[in-house]
Nanobody, 122 residues
Framework: VQLQASGGGLVQAGGSLRLSCAASGRTFISVAMGWFRQAPGKEREFVAAITWTGSHVLYADSVKGRFTISRDNVKNTVFLQMNSLKPEDTAVYYC????????????????WGQGTQVTVSS
């Protein structure tokens, strides 16, 4: 599976961005998708994940109520809508994929995109 993330950029605090992650290379069936992020000097951390059907989603506490993960299985694309952005959301955001159920740990994911930079100014 090849993953291509896009949609990052520079935004002021309180603003919004929508990240996209397009998958290719194999069937998207039964593949859970996730978003992680890594800020400078910090470890990569879980942000959100969604099951193949979209019926179950998980969020890190730090983004609950502000971020929304969704997917379009016809287009093999997963999205991360980020609202009410804060400076502490500044990081490189990575999309990831794994066959089977939803997961939240970095080591559980098999495929990774190249990352897209999100910078939130105060």
């Amino acid at each position: 599976v090849q993953l291509q993330a896009s949609g990052g950029g520079l935004v002021q605090a309180g603003g919004s961005l929508r990240l996209s992650c397009a998958a290719s290379g194999r069937t998207f069936i039964s593949v859970a998708m996730g978003w992680f992020r890594q800020a400078p000097g910090k470890e990569r951390e879980f942000v959100a994940a969604i099951t193949w059907t979209g019926s179950h989603v998980l969020y890190a506490d730090s983004v609950k109520g502000r971020f929304t993960i969704s997917r379009d299985n016809v287009k093999n694309t997963v999205f991360l809508q980020m609202n009410s952005l804060k400076p502490e959301d500044t990081a490189v955001y990575y999309c990831s994929a794994v066959s089977g159920p939803i997961r939240t740990r970095e080591y559980e994911y098999d495929y990774w995109g190249q990352g897209t930079q999100v910078t939130v100014s105060s």
